[in-house]
């Protein structure tokens, strides 16, 4: 029984040695063509609580942990920040219709005010990115002032997402 334990401990070593191999792709491009800041004014103290709780997942220039570079955390990660700028990536973000903007900025609101975002998973590591309610009040009011601003300037269909 303790050299059938053995095998299945030296086969488990010997894949995680070879997952060490695998180099997923970092998320650093900087590219900030589409950028956000570039259309819209995003106060110091807005991105001073963006800066480190939402831009490692939410655009296109990651601040790695040492432990990404073991895997599969580093899979693991890698799959994470590939999720999340999916879903919203302030590097890309004005590349978008205004009203994918629009509802971007609504879905912050929501995401921020439930609880949902920053992950927990992200704050366990990442002290930073935990957010007081004062910040989220702050992260919140600024996106619902972004809303009210692209009201005045846009008409009203064109701020609605399209049913595909």
């Not at 695998?22 to 807005?46: C, Q």
């Not at 800066?51 to 990404?68: E, G, L």
């Not at 439930?114 to 989220?136: C, I, V």
Request: contains cysteine; aromatic residues 10%.
């Amino acid at each position: 029984m303790k050299k059938h334990r053995n095998k299945i401990l030296l086969a488990l070593l010997v894949i995680l040695i070879g997952l060490q191999f695998i180099r997923p792709e970092k998320n650093l491009s900087g590219d900030a063509t589409y950028d956000m800041a570039k259309k819209y004014a995003v106060p110091n103290d807005v991105m001073a609580v963006l800066q480190p709780a939402c831009m490692d997942c939410h655009s296109n220039n990651t601040r790695y942990p040492w432990y990404a570079e073991i895997q599969p955390v580093g899979l693991w990660l890698a799959g994470h920040v590939k999720g999340g700028k999916q879903h919203l990536n302030f590097s890309e973000f004005t590349n978008r219709r205004v009203a994918y903007q629009n509802h971007k900025f609504e879905e912050i609101i929501e995401m921020v005010r439930d609880g949902e975002m920053p992950m927990k998973s992200y704050t366990w590591t990442h002290a930073d990115a935990r957010l007081t309610q004062e910040q989220k009040n702050l992260i919140c009011d600024w996106s619902q002032a972004m809303r009210d601003s692209l009201a005045q300037q846009y008409p009203a269909d064109s701020l609605v997402m399209r049913r595909r």
